[in-house]
C-alpha cells in the first residue's frame, strides 16, 4: 500500500538509453533508482566466453525495477541469496541518482561486488544513502568462476578475462548513457571491495579500460592479491582440467565446450587444485596476463608506472581474513630468503608461546596490507597521486574488524549510531568529486610518499600513522 501511494504521488522516472526505454522507481526522498538494466547481450549459448557483446535494443519501456539474477556461482552460505537467484544470463548494472536533471552533472561511483570472483553479486548496492552525498551510483555485475575467468585453447588467445571484459563493457555503457542520469561521464571513480578492489586495479592497469574512467578506490583488495600471476598457458592448463572434469571429450572444441552444463563447470571449477595455492577459494585471484586484457603482468605494469594518472585510493582492514595453514609454511612462501628474519619478526620464537593474533596479522600483512602498501610505494615512485588508509573500527555489537567490516561504513546507513560513518564516506565521495579526499572540516590526509603515511581510521578518530608493517613488509618477497 505503502508502495502505491508513493507511486502515484511520485510519478516513475523514465530514461531514454542508447538501446531504448527503461523506468525506474522514485524514492519518497526523491531519488531515482533503475535496476536490472542490460549493458551487454545475454552470455549464454555462443556467447558464452565470448567477449561480452551488444545488447539488443528493444521498442516501448522496459520495466526496470528489479535488479537481474546474480552471475553463476556456488553457494558458500555467506553469498546464499546470490546463489538462490542466478542466471548466465546476468550482464545488467543497476542506477541510482538524486537527480536525474541536477544543476551541474553530478559525480559517477560505480561499485565493483567482491567474492573472490567466484560469487556474490551487484543487487542492493544502489539503495545506499551516499547517493544522498550527490554523487550517481552505478553497481555492475560480471562472469564469475569458470565462465568469467576459464581459458581454454579452443576458445581463442582472448580467454580467460571475460570478468574484466564484462565490467569494461559496463563502464562504456556508463560512458555513453551516465549523463542522462544527471552524472558526468568524465568524471568516473570505479571503486571495490576484496576481489572487486584488485579487478579495479587490475582495470587501472588494462589497456581496454583507458579513458573509461578517471579515479579509483580499492578497499581490501590489490591486482593480484600478492599472489603470483599466471601466464595464458597456466590458465588454459587449469581450464582443461576444469573443462574435463565437467565432462568435456579430450581436444574439445569451443561448440563443445559451450555445451557443457552450467552446473557441471561450477563444481568442477571449485573441486579444482591450483599448484601454489593453499587456499581453494584464491583460485581466480591470480591475475591472467592473457596478452589481451592484461599484457603483461601487475608488478611489470606498475613498476613501468601504468595508470599512474588516475589517483587512486586504497587501504586494508587491521584484520581482514584468517591465515590457511601453517604460519611456517605461509612465511616460507612469502618471505622466501627473508623467512629467517620474519619469524623473528613476527615473535614465532623458539621456547615461546607465539603472539596470540599471530595467524590475522599474518595472513592480512601476505594478502592485503603489504600489497597494499606495495602498490601505494610503486605509485609513488612513478609520480602517481594515492591516499593509502588502514581501517581499524569495531563492527555491530562490538565485533572485532574483518574482511569487508569498511563496506557499511561507505555504503551503509546514516542513521546508524556509529558517528564514524559519516567522515569515511564523506572522504570517498570527496574523492570521487575532486580526486583528493581532503574538504570540509575532516582531518588532513596526507598523500602517500616517502613517509609512508596512512590514515588510520579507529573508534576514537582518524589519525596519520607511518610506516604501517614497514619491518616485515620489505621483508617480503615480490610475486
Partial sequence: MLLAASAASTPAPVVETDAGTIQGEATPDGRSLFRGVPFAAPPIGDFRW?????VAPWQGVREAVRSAPACMQVDYGWNHGAAANQSEDCLYLDVATPSLKPNAPLPVMVWIHGGGNRAGSGAGTVASPIVRRGVVLVSLQYRLSAFGFLSHAALGTHSGNYGLMDQQAALRWVRANIARFGGDPANVTIFGESAGAQDVGLQMLSPGAKGLFSKAIAESGTPGFGLPPRSLAQNEALGETIVRAAGAPPHASARQLRALPADALLRASDAADVPGLDDKSFIWLQAVTDGTVLTETPAAALSRGVGREIPLLIGNNLYELGLYGAP????ARGFGANAGRAMEAYGLVQGKAPPADLNLRLANDLTFRCPSLHVAAERGRSGGATWHYQFDLDGPDAKPVTHGSEIRYVLGD???????????????????????????????WPRF????????????????????SAEVCALRTAP
Fill in 414 to 444: 546514516e542513521g546508524a549510531s556509529d558517528q564514524a560513518l559519516a567522515p569515511l564516506a564523506a572522504y570517498w565521495v570527496n574523492f570521487a568529486r575532486s580526486g583528493d579526499p581532503n574538504g570540509g572540516a575532516l582531518p588532513a
Fill in 449 to 468: 610518499s616517502n613517509e609512508a603515511r596512512s590514515m588510520e581510521f579507529t573508534a576514537t578518530g582518524s589519525r596519520v600513522v607511518e610506516k604501517l
Fill in 328 to 331: 611456517e609454511r605461509a612465511i
Fill in 50 to 54: 565470448q567477449p561480452p557483446q551488444p
